[in-house]
């Protein structure tokens, strides 16, 4: 296969499917935690580590955009990637404060699972939803047409695979089931 072959072969539906997929769990991941009721630490364990899971997924996802799609997208003169590559990098930064807050709120409801902590996590939650939509509503738009131009398949294998790089097979095997469903 040529490089231009390989080129066109990306094929941006790829990068919606792992965004539904994204979108899909954080709206479950309020939904659960809304779900369960005052006080029951083994519920909130369980839904805690879940949010956990798929806060990582999309963590290493961001970390393996940064490290691997971005500087192959951004070229030696300005162009309109550089520009989408810089506001990707700020989104992702801002995502990373927020899941901070979310961790907070996480071990604060562990901590004490009361109807107070729980609204915390679930309202933090929201927020973190919104700017992903925001996010990658932007990805979707802007940047995945300079992807299917500029990059190829074996580039979006290579996020895939920084996305797990590192993780134990257990959670590989999380990440995986969520992929899957």
């Not at 390989?6 to 997929?21: Q, S, T």
């Not at 709120?105 to 562990?110: G, H, N, S, Y």
Request: charged share 30%; glycine share 4%.
């Amino acid at each position: 296969m040529t490089a231009a072959t390989d080129r066109r072969a990306f094929d941006g539906r790829r990068v919606f499917r792992l965004h539904a997929i994204f979108r899909r769990e954080l709206a479950r991941n309020v939904e659960l935690t809304r779900a369960v009721a005052d006080d029951d630490s083994v519920a909130a364990q369980l839904v805690a580590d879940r949010i956990r899971l798929v806060d990582n997924a999309i963590y290493r996802h961001n970390c393996a955009e940064d490290a691997v799609l971005w500087p192959r997208l951004v070229g030696d003169r300005p162009s309109e990637a550089d520009i989408m590559v810089d506001v990707m990098h700020k989104q992702h930064r801002a995502l990373d404060a927020m899941s901070l807050g979310v961790q907070a709120a996480i071990l604060a409801w562990e901590d004490e699972p009361t109807r107070h902590r729980r609204e915390m996590l679930a309202d933090a939650l929201e927020r973190f939803e919104q700017a992903h939509g925001e996010h990658v509503c932007a990805t979707e738009l802007f940047v995945v047409p300079l992807l299917e131009r500029h990059l190829s398949t074996a580039d979006w294998t290579d996020v895939l695979r920084g996305g797990i790089e590192d993780c134990d097979s257990d959670t590989v095997a999380a990440l995986s089931a969520l992929l899957r469903k």
